[in-house]
Each structure stands twice: as C-alpha cells, then as structure tokens.
C-alpha cells in the first residue's frame, strides 16, 4: 500500500516538474587574453568544447578585463581580444579596469568592433553625460523564450583614469537600471560586475553584496570578477553569487529554472568546471581561429628557471612568494634603493620549471612598467606596511622583513618592521623603489598619492620585463628564500 501511495505522489507532481524550464548560462571573467592553454589547462578551444556538450540553447557572458594581459592583447591594443570574443559569440560583456590598460582613447575601437552587447549602466562620456556609443546600460535576451535582463556595471578603478569618461555609483544606476527593466517585465535579472563579493586582493571594501542586501527577489543572480576569486553557489537574500577565476582556467555553468506557463524565476544553481584540455578536448575550429591570432617571435627561449618560482606564499605563516620576491630583489638591485615595493597584483602566473620564453614573461607580468624612486620617512613606511594587510599582504619586499602576530579574530597585529636588520626610524628618510603605476598612486598605490612629486624621481628607462629578461639571459633562475613577511 505504501509503493501504490508514493507513486501517486509521483504521477500527481509529475506535471508540475514539467512546467519548469532551464536556462544555461556560461561565465568567464578577467580572462586577460588567456587564449590558449596553459599546462594543460584552460582556453577558448577548450571552452568550446564544453558549450558544444551542452545545451543548444545558451547564454555566454563576461565580467571584464579581457583587453590586456598576454602578448596578443598588449600588442593589438586589446582588439585580438574583441576579435576572440566575437568568433565565441558572446552574448555580453561589462567593463573592467583592465580596459583602460591603452588609456581612454583605447576603449572605443574595442567598443566599436564588439559584435556582443557591452552593459556598464554606469558609465557615461564627460562631454555629454550620455552612454558613450556602442554602451548600453542593460539588454534584454530572448532565451528560449525566457526574457534574460542583462545590466552591466562597470569598474571604477581604471587603470588609466581618463577625463574622456565618469562614473555614477553603482547601486544607483542599478536602481535606475532596474526601475526601467520592471516596466518591461523580464523573467530573470542578471547583474554582470567587475567587481568581487569578497575583493581582499585590492584593499577595498566591495559594495557587490549590498546587490543582493537591497535587492534580493529582483535581482537574481550576480556575475562578478576583478579580484580573481572563485565563488560558487554563493546566496545573499535569495540571489546567486557567481565568481570564475581568471585566465581562463574554468568556466562557471550557471543553471537557472523559470516556470514554464509564468514564466517566474524558480531558481538558479552554479558548477564551475575546470577547462582541462585532456577531459574536455579542443574544439577544432576555434583552435585554429585562436592559433591565427598567435604573435610571432615571442617564443623564443630566454633562459632557464631551476625550479617553479610561485607567486603564491608557499607556507602557511609566510605572506611572502618566491616569485614576487625574486621580482622585487631585481628592482631593488637595479635601482640602488635601500628598499624595493612589489604590488603581488601585478604578478599574474607562476614562473614554471624548465625553459622560459618571452611569452612567459609577458603572461607573468603583462605591464611596461619601469622603476621610480620615492623618498619616504619611517612614519609613512610603517603606515604603509600595516594598510598593505587586507588581511594578506598586496606587497612584497626587498631590503625590508616584516614580522607580525594575530589575534583571536585572525586580524594582524604587533608589526615589527626591519629595513636592512635594523629597525625603522619614524624621522629617518628612506629611498624606496616601485614600478611607475603603483608609484604615481595606481590601484592599491593609492597611498604614493600623498607624496609630492618632487620626492620622485625614474630610476631608469628599464621596465620590469627588462630585468627579468636580463637575469635569465645571465644564468639559470631559482627561487629566492621566503620569510620576509612572517607570522612570529
């Protein structure tokens, strides 16, 4: 009696299970021109792969930052990058700060030559306080018969500010965005963000989870990026949290369930899945199309490193990586400083084991920064260290060990700084040596700001790239030892 019951049960929820339809949603975010695979990992080809497994009916949206970080995006000024992202089909994209990596007159040609809808509702021209052309602040799909609300939020941090373009705040133009969207009745709200449910890498306090605070049962779910987290099934009030990692390593699959008659929002489910070429094959075509937009003469061998140089700290109370340590001992070498800054942020993937090429240096640090001194006393350098915690360390040093405890609460506490074995002074003048960006106030630099700028001055017309060159054309790289940033 009990099996007839239950499978009544089953017949009569039968039809109710049938109303709900699925719609497929694939996220990337801060791909940095990450076109092919990296040891195995991650690529266009690779991604096609998996959206070819999948469901005929798809979305494929991005987070920004896909204008710069390899060789291919830096030398076509971010357009190879468009140009990838049109033979993928992108459905939309928003703005990263990474956009502005060619300065503002960059961003238009890669506004103009998208074949997929760019959405930053907050983002207008100065001239005339309008969307600039080719801007949208949100778009409406048909999906399979689901209307998918799309609304862009751009980044606010360029890396190069430009005076062509100004910036509302974000819960505003989401508000406005969502205000006008209503009218319009859409199925689903999705809000596409570069910007983190959890942005430490940066040091700033991320407003991305008041989205869900003050308009969960609106918006639905929330893509974002810039801090190169991974989020997965994340939920605040109702609304989907999703995060994909950078370079292309995963793609996040994002399921989300209407009701077939209503056409309501049920609800929405994330899986992130590793781009591992050797389970999810390459596709051929898009390999190709990929491997036309290869740049020449960038694979030739510079040198050799003896072991994998990380950028991530190796060791649990250690802060510090033998990559960015290596990277910061250059600087300061090259410089004469007494101490030398390296933003960890600018580090993009491990120096690996064996021989390395041009490419490799680029990948690693796509930037042409060069060195500029900065007087400072002891107050600022101390200051410095402490805000440098967020709670991990955005820096790294040459010539400077920090020590530090925690307390109960994991927060940093009792920072003991050493410049050269011996303490600092807060009178004492000290010449420190960073890359340009972070020197003129760029991004976590935002404290260099402060010092006048005839305390600056160019150690050189090398750039960061240029040492590292020099050093493995000179000899066999390894890895520096750790411990300058410790937990006592």
């Not at 791909?31 to 999948?54: D, M, N």
């Not at 509702?121 to 602040?137: D, H, I, Q, R």
């Not at 709200?189 to 407003?207: F, N, R």
């Not at 933003?343 to 690996?352: A, L, P």
């Amino acid at each position: 009696m009990k099996k007839t019951w239950v499978l009544l049960w089953a017949v009569l929820l039968l039809p109710l299970a049938l109303t709900a339809k699925t719609t497929t949603i694939y996220h990337t975010s801060d791909v940095h021109g990450f076109f092919y695979p990296q040891h195995g990992q991650g690529g266009y080809a690779a991604l096609e792969a998996v959206i070819k497994a999948g469901p005929a009916s798809y979305m494929l949206l991005d987070s920004g930052d896909f204008a710069n970080g390899t060789v291919e995006t830096r030398n076509s000024k971010g357009l190879k990058a468009v140009q990838m992202m049109n033979r993928m089909s992108y459905d939309a994209a928003t703005i990263g700060n990474h956009e502005f990596d060619f300065k503002g007159e960059g961003l238009a040609p890669l506004l103009s030559n998208a074949q997929f809808a760019v959405l930053a509702a907050n983002f207008f021209e100065s001239a005339t306080g309008k969307y600039p052309p080719a801007v949208l602040p949100y778009k409406v799909f048909d999906e399979n018969g689901v209307k998918v609300a799309v609304i862009g939020l751009a980044n606010r941090e360029p890396t190069n500010p430009s005076k062509l373009y100004t910036y509302s705040k974000p819960m505003t133009a989401l508000k406005k965005a969502l205000k006008e969207l209503e009218s319009k009745n859409p199925d689903v709200v999705i809000v596409l963000v570069h910007d983190s449910l959890q942005d430490e890498k940066h040091g700033t306090q991320s407003y991305v989870r008041d989205i869900g605070r003050k308009f969960g049962g609106r918006v639905h779910v929330v893509l974002g990026g810039h801090a190169h987290n991974i989020f997965q099934n994340e939920y605040v009030n109702g609304t989907l949290f999703v995060e994909s990692g950078t370079a292309l390593q995963n793609v996040s699959r994002i399921t989300v369930e209407t009701d077939d008659e209503t056409g309501k929002f049920v609800s929405a489910k994330s899986e992130l899945i590793p781009l591992v070429v050797a389970k999810t094959g390459e596709d051929a075509d898009v390999k190709a199309y990929a491997d036309s937009l290869r740049e020449p003469g960038v694979d030739e061998v510079l040198g050799e490193a003896a072991e994998t140089l990380s950028r991530q700290p190796q060791q649990d109370d250690r802060q510090d990586a033998p990559l960015n340590n290596w990277i910061a001992d250059l600087i300061r070498n090259y410089s004469g400083a007494q101490i030398a800054v390296h933003n960890n942020g600018g580090t993009r993937v491990d120096m690996q084991k064996g021989p390395v090429t041009k490419r490799d240096l680029i990948e690693i640090h796509p930037f042409d920064n060069t060195i500029t001194l900065v007087a400072v006393d002891g107050k600022f350098l101390k200051k410095f260290v402490k805000k440098s915690f967020a709670p991990n360390s955005l820096y790294s040093y040459s010539g400077l060990t920090i020590t530090y405890e925690k307390n109960k609460k994991g927060k940093i506490k009792d920072i003991e700084i050493l410049v050269n074995g011996q303490p600092v002074q807060n009178r004492r003048k000290y010449i420190l040596a960073t890359n340009t960006y972070i020197a003129n106030g760029g991004s976590e630099g935002w404290m260099f700001k402060r010092i006048p700028a005839k305390d600056k001055q160019s150690a050189g017309a090398k750039t960061i790239r240029d040492l590292m060159e020099e050093s493995l054309r000179k000899g066999t790289v390894s890895a520096p030892d750790t411990g300058r940033i410790s937990q006592r």
